[in-house]
């Protein structure tokens, strides 16, 4: 009796909620007629996410929202921004309306300071550390709570274009100069076909498709309403992805970003199996490292018999004082992107939200086995060229170093000069970033100061006594400063 009563009132609060939706999205409607049709898609978007989270939170008591909230931005850096969010999700919870019709402005206000307050790279490095949280410590809230946070804060990523209007950019990283680093968004206008649909269903409007023609595109992969929800989970699993990669992307490691989305509905290395070995074992030799990479990474071409497997990239970069292994793996169906914290030995993987255990984890253990074979003794790792194999047959792995002077992979042959130069004084300041370390061989007869040996200990390195280690890179960057008085979009 009382779980058939349970489930009455859970129909019926779900009935509710769908004809509250379907008042707010006529209203919205209502909003949106007459802005620009990039303006629309926005807040059709950010329409959804408001959506998304109300669904999540509209029936939790508002003691259990603020509760969980409370414990989520304690684990969160930058408190004054993840305050700004958890207002928002206990706005949500207090007032639906306000919330859902707010927004979008919130958004808007939202940017303009980060901008004003040039704080895009603590945004990232915030933004990050969400998204590991969810991996890592997803017991830490009620998931409905920590599902309602990261949706509201993945929707920021649609207003960080320097262009918001552009809808076919998308901004990856930053620069060490501080500049937002942008590229190709695939498949941009994947869900206008679904916003149309809607349209003409609660608006009974056989003309609404016709609002966004000019960014109607159709393409390939979109022939039914089965493909779309198909596409969707393709670029949610991508938006995670680059949301994880945003603190670590600038112009020397632009090249980590994928080169195309994965846009397989399988999961990759079904067929990759491996010779016996300690995995933990090896992930422990990990922490004290006899090599650096070289200064801009090792690329692993793949003779795979299957087809599947193509290329590894592999780049070491200094973040919140760690060295941090990013990876880009190629597949024939597209790439996949993330990182391993040598501290503390987490490895990012989209593939543990998006395929589970099982597959992120073959994917944790090629990444690494490829990584130990450049920084390890030979004895403390396998030969990476014929541990692996795929289908039963031999997965050829050849490693080719990429060393030389660092090397801008975004900017490509701009002069350093015409990025660097200074204007009228007042209007640029000057800032250090940290770019990573080497180990470098002595001179016969000379010795690593203990300094440089105390430092290499802590960046997770074994030195030999004819070798030293040369601090990180530190680039010095000029910054320009934001003029006080930027007003914030509107549309």
């Given amino acids: 009796m009382h779980c058939n009563t349970q489930q009455q009132v859970l129909n019926q609060t779900s009935s509710s909620w769908g004809e509250t939706e379907k008042r707010y999205y006529k209203r919205m409607q209502k909003r949106i007629a007459g802005k620009p049709p990039p303006t629309q898609i926005i807040m059709e978007r950010t329409f959804n996410t408001a959506c998304l989270v109300l669904k999540a939170v509209h029936s939790m008591p508002f003691s259990q929202l603020t509760r969980g909230l409370f414990f989520l931005c304690k684990a969160l850096?930058?408190?004054?921004?993840?305050?700004?969010?958890?207002?928002?999700?206990?706005?949500?919870?207090?007032?639906?309306?306000?919330?859902?019709?707010?927004?979008?402005?919130?958004?808007?206000?939202?940017?303009?300071?980060?901008?004003?307050?040039?704080?895009?790279?603590?945004?990232?490095?915030f933004i990050g550390s969400m998204v590991r949280i969810c991996i890592e410590n997803p017991s830490l809230v009620d998931a409905c709570v920590m599902d309602a946070y990261m949706n509201l804060l993945l929707q920021v990523t649609e207003y960080l274009r320097p262009n918001k209007l552009n809808l076919e950019?998308?901004?990856?990283?930053?620069?060490?100069?501080?500049?937002?680093?942008?590229?190709?968004?695939?498949?941009?206008?994947?869900?206008?076909?679904?916003?149309?649909?809607?349209?003409?269903?609660?608006?009974?409007?056989?003309?609404?498709?016709?609002?966004l023609n000019m960014y109607g595109r159709q393409e390939p992969q979109i022939q039914s309403l089965s493909s779309i929800m198909r596409l969707t989970e393709v670029l949610r699993m991508h938006t995670n992805m680059t949301a994880a990669m945003l603190p670590f992307i600038n112009e020397f490691t632009w090249d980590i970003v994928p080169a195309k989305v994965y846009g397989s509905n399988i999961a990759p290395l079904m067929e990759l199996t491996h010779q016996p070995f300690d995995f933990d074992a090896l992930s422990h030799s990990l922490t004290r490292r006899k090599r650096t990479l070289p200064s801009n990474g090792v690329t692993f071409k793949v003779d795979d018999p299957t087809g599947e497997l193509q290329a590894l990239l592999l780049k070491e970069m200094m973040y919140e004082g760690r060295i941090h292994l990013l990876y880009r793996i190629d597949f024939q169906t597209g790439s996949l992107s993330g990182y391993y914290d040598t501290s503390d030995k987490f490895f990012y993987s989209a593939l543990k939200k998006a395929t589970g255990q099982e597959f992120a984890?073959?994917?944790?253990?090629?990444?690494?086995?490829?990584?130990?074979?450049?920084?390890?003794?030979?004895?403390?790792?396998?030969?990476?060229?014929?541990?692996?194999?795929?289908?039963?047959?031999?997965?050829?792995?050849?490693?080719?170093?990429?060393?030389?002077?660092?090397?801008?992979?975004y900017h490509g042959s701009l002069e350093p000069e015409r990025r660097h130069a200074f204007k009228?004084?007042?209007?640029?300041?000057?800032?250090?970033?940290?770019?990573?370390?080497?180990?470098?061989?002595l001179p016969a007869g000379q010795t690593a100061s203990p300094a440089a040996v105390a430092m290499a200990a802590k960046y997770g390195y074994d030195l030999a006594p004819n070798e030293t280690y040369v601090r990180p890179f530190v680039r010095a960057s000029v910054l320009k400063i934001p003029i006080s008085k930027e007003k914030p979009p509107t549309g």
């Avoid at 949500?92 to 919130?106: I, K």
């Avoid at 984890?361 to 074979?373: F, H, P, R």
């Avoid at 009228?424 to 061989?441: A, K, L, V």
């Fill in 77 to 125: 850096p930058s408190k004054d921004l993840a305050h700004d969010f958890e207002a928002q999700l206990e706005l949500a919870g207090a007032n639906p309306e306000r919330f859902v019709f707010g927004l979008h402005p919130f958004y808007n206000d939202f940017i303009a300071k980060i901008r004003r307050e040039n704080r895009f790279s603590e945004l990232f490095g």
């Fill in 424 to 441: 009228r004084q007042g209007e640029y300041r000057r800032e250090d970033r940290s770019i990573n370390g080497f180990i470098r061989r």
């Fill in 169 to 211: 950019s998308f901004v990856y990283g930053i620069s060490t100069d501080g500049e937002l680093l942008t590229g190709p968004v695939p498949h941009a206008f994947s869900d206008v076909p679904g916003i149309q649909l809607r349209r003409m269903e609660t608006l009974r409007c056989s003309q609404a498709a016709s609002i």
């Fill in 361 to 409: 984890q073959k994917l944790e253990g090629l990444v690494l086995t490829a990584y130990a074979s450049q920084v390890l003794s030979p004895d403390n790792s396998p030969d990476i060229y014929s541990f692996f194999l795929q289908n039963g047959q031999s997965l050829r792995i050849s490693p080719y170093a990429r060393g030389g002077r660092l090397r801008d992979a």
